[in-house]
Nanobody, 124 residues
Framework: QVQLLESGGGLVQAGGSLRLSCAAS????????MGWFRQAPGKEREFVAV????????MYADSVKGRFTISRDNVKNTVYLQMNSLKPEDTAVYYC?????????????????WGQGTQVTVSS
């Protein structure tokens, strides 16, 4: 059974940093892409970042490019999201997701398993 468990969310002031982690189990971690999405109150879930199966490639939403970095440790079966220069508009529940085999895409339908989410709140 595939499980994704996020951690690392919290409350931070604008300009601060947080690192989210997502521990994966129940599947062959190295064979799939992994991604992060977020959902703010009253808004649709949106793509944040995706990383290829070997960690050699990544894509980012324009809103986070240059501030967020996605990475993965294929020994620890964990994907990370380093978030720097946080802004109040980054406030959302952040979700880790596992891509469907053979995909490297940025839209939600390309991901088949999701974590429960972790809250990130950025105060101004």
């Amino acid at each position: 059974q595939v499980q994704l468990l996020e951690s690392g969310g919290g409350l931070v002031q604008a300009g601060g940093s947080l690192r989210l982690s997502c521990a994966a189990s129940g599947h062959t971690f190295t064979s799939v892409t992994m991604g992060w999405f977020r959902q703010a109150p009253g808004k649709e879930r949106e793509f944040v970042a995706v990383i290829g199966s070997l960690g050699a490639s990544a894509m980012y939403a324009d809103s986070v490019k240059g501030r967020f970095t996605i990475s993965r440790d294929n020994v620890k079966n964990t994907v990370y999201l380093q978030m720097n220069s946080l802004k109040p508009e980054d406030t959302a529940v952040y979700y880790c997701a596992r891509g469907r085999p053979g995909t490297y895409l940025t839209y939600a339908l390309a991901f088949e398993y999701w974590g429960q989410g972790t809250q990130v709140t950025v105060s101004s």
